[in-house]
């Protein structure tokens, strides 16, 4: 199921808020939580917010062109900080930055921010590596790639 992008209004209200978690973020990915995304436990399973960090990033590197057939990526590490349960209904509100650009790798980091519970309830890191088409040697990332996540970056709330 995909996600509506983020209203222009919620944006605008982020952007008003000089201490909200999400200022200084690029791309906010507004994520829905649904029903089969909870556990036993009545609140979202810990390997969701793993699926909810990849639609976050594919939305990210979307707004970058990165799906040529000339690069592929893969994710080398990812790590999630659990601060909070989130259960339904909610809408997660998902901050993605580049934290580093390398070479032949890009890390990010995520700030899952409730709209119901209006705090930070989870944060990840991810380290992507970019490959040639046969997925065999890295790829460093090109001049022009570099120069959209460099411009994108400078796009913030």
Same mark, same amino acid.
């Given at each position: 199921?995909?996600?509506?992008?983020? &209203?222009?209004?919620?944006? $605008?209200?982020i952007? $008003?808020q000089? #201490?909200?978690?999400?200022?200084? !973020?690029?791309?906010?990915?507004? $994520?829905?939580?649904?029903?089969?995304d909870?556990?036993?436990?009545?609140?979202?399973?810990?390997?969701?917010?793993?699926?909810?960090? %990849?639609?976050?990033?594919?939305?990210?590197?979307?707004?970058?062109?990165? !799906?040529?057939? %000339?690069?592929?990526?893969?994710?080398?590490?990812?790590?999630?900080?659990?601060?909070? &349960?989130?259960?339904?209904?909610?809408?997660?509100?998902?901050?993605?930055?580049?934290?580093?650009?390398? #070479?032949? &790798?890009?890390?990010?980091?995520?700030?899952?921010?409730?709209?119901?519970?209006?705090?930070?309830v989870?944060?990840? &890191?991810?380290?992507?590596?970019f490959?040639? %088409?046969?997925?065999? #040697?890295?790829?460093?990332?090109?001049?022009? $790639?570099? %120069?959209?996540l460099?411009?994108?970056?400078?796009?913030?709330?």
């Amino acid at each position: 199921m995909s996600n509506p992008p983020m &209203s222009d209004a919620a944006r $605008q209200n982020i952007a $008003q808020q000089d #201490n909200h978690p999400l200022k200084g !973020f690029a791309v906010i990915y507004e $994520q829905k939580v649904e029903w089969g995304d909870m556990d036993a436990f009545n609140h979202v399973n810990n390997v969701v917010y793993y699926n909810y960090a %990849q639609r976050a990033r594919i939305h990210y590197l979307e707004q970058v062109d990165m !799906f040529n057939l %000339q690069t592929h990526t893969v994710i080398a590490s990812s790590s999630c900080q659990y601060l909070n &349960s989130v259960t339904f209904p909610d809408v997660l509100w998902i901050g993605i930055r580049a934290k580093k650009i390398g #070479n032949t &790798s890009l890390t990010h980091d995520y700030v899952y921010f409730s709209t119901a519970q209006q705090k930070v309830v989870a944060t990840v &890191s991810s380290v992507i590596v970019f490959f040639d %088409q046969n997925g065999k #040697n890295k790829q460093p990332i090109s001049d022009g $790639q570099r %120069q959209q996540l460099t411009e994108l970056e400078s796009h913030t709330v």
